[in-house]
T-cell receptor
Framework: GAVVSQHPSRVICKSGTSVKIECRSL??????MFWYRQFPKQSLMLMAT?????????EQGVEKDKFLINHASLTLSTLTVTSAHPEDSSFYIC???????????????FGAGTRLSVL | AQSVTQLGSHVSVSEGALVLLRCNYS??????LFWYVQYPNQGLQLLLK??????LVKGINGFEAEFKKSETSFHLTKPSAHMSDAAEYFC????????????FGIGTKLQVIP
C-alpha cells in the first residue's frame, strides 16, 4: 500500500528556534497534503492544506506566519514551526490522499507523526 | 459542514468480549466514513471505510462497521477483543463530493483487560 514518511519522529528544541518537519509520499504523487496537530487526549485538528506549487490553505485560527508550509514537489511537503514556544509542543501528523482511483474514496495515508517538545 | 461524535472517550472490555465503539456523524451530503486506529506515538492506520455500496464493511484485524443512514451512525465492532486491540480509535467523515478534507471525532481509547 501507499506509504507516507514523516521525519523526524521526535524533536526537542529550545524556545525561539525553528523546527522543520518533512512529509514525503514514497510511492505515489500527492498534489495535496494535509497537516494536523494533535494535543494530548484530543483528536486531530486540521491545520492546513498543502498544495504543490501554490500557497497552503490554513484553517481558521492557525497562524500562517507561525506555521510555514512549503510543497515544492509532488512528493514532499514541509512544515516549519517558526520561533517555537512551549505552547507549540504537540504531535504533528501529515497525510496525503491516494488520488487517481475514484473507488478509493477519500483515503488518507498518514505519516507516523512528529512529537515536538519545546523547552 | 460535517461533524463526528464518538460516545465514550474510554471503553474497557475483557479479552474475548465484544468490542463496540460508537460513532455518529452529521453531514449535509452523502458521507464517506472511516475508522482509524492509532497506537501510542504512531500515526493513524486505516481500519476500514465506507464510500458506497454495501453498508456493512469489513476491515483489518477482524473489525467491521455498519453504515446506518437512518441513524446517522457508523459503529465499529469486533466479536472478540484481543490484547493487541488496545489503542485509540478515531471515527472520521469526509464529504464525498469534496474528496479530501476529513473531520475526525475526538477518539475512543480502548482498554482490553486480560
Amino acid at each position: 500500500g501507499a506509504v507516507v514518511s514523516q521525519h523526524p519522529s521526535r524533536v526537542i528544541c529550545k524556545s525561539g528556534t525553528s523546527v522543520k518537519i518533512e512529509c514525503r509520499s514514497l510511492d505515489f504523487q500527492a498534489t495535496t497534503m494535509f497537516w494536523y496537530r494533535q494535543f494530548p487526549k484530543q483528536s486531530l485538528m486540521l491545520m492546513a492544506t498543502s498544495n504543490e506549487g501554490s500557497k497552503a490553505t490554513y484553517e481558521q485560527g492557525v497562524e500562517k506566519d507561525k506555521f510555514l508550509i512549503n510543497h515544492a514537489s509532488l512528493t514532499l511537503s514541509t512544515l516549519t514551526v517558526t520561533s517555537a514556544h512551549p505552547e507549540d509542543s504537540s504531535f504533528y501528523i501529515c497525510s496525503a490522499p491516494a488520488g487517481g482511483q475514484l473507488h478509493e474514496g477519500n483515503i488518507q495515508y498518514f505519516g507516523a507523526g512528529t512529537r515536538l517538545s519545546v523547552l | 459542514a460535517q461533524s463526528v461524535t464518538q460516545l465514550g472517550s474510554h471503553v474497557s472490555v475483557s479479552e474475548g468480549a465484544l468490542v463496540l465503539l460508537r460513532c455518529n456523524y452529521s453531514s449535509s451530503v452523502p458521507p464517506y466514513l472511516f475508522w482509524y486506529v492509532q497506537y501510542p506515538n504512531q500515526g493513524l492506520q486505516l481500519l476500514l471505510k465506507y464510500t458506497t455500496g454495501a453498508t456493512l464493511v469489513k476491515g483489518i484485524n477482524g473489525f467491521e462497521a455498519e453504515f446506518k443512514k437512518s441513524e446517522t451512525s457508523f459503529h465499529l465492532t469486533k466479536p472478540s477483543a484481543h490484547m493487541s486491540d488496545a489503542a485509540e480509535y478515531f471515527c472520521a467523515v469526509s464529504d464525498s463530493g469534496g474528496y479530501q478534507k476529513v473531520t475526525f471525532g475526538i477518539g475512543t481509547k480502548l482498554q482490553v483487560i486480560p
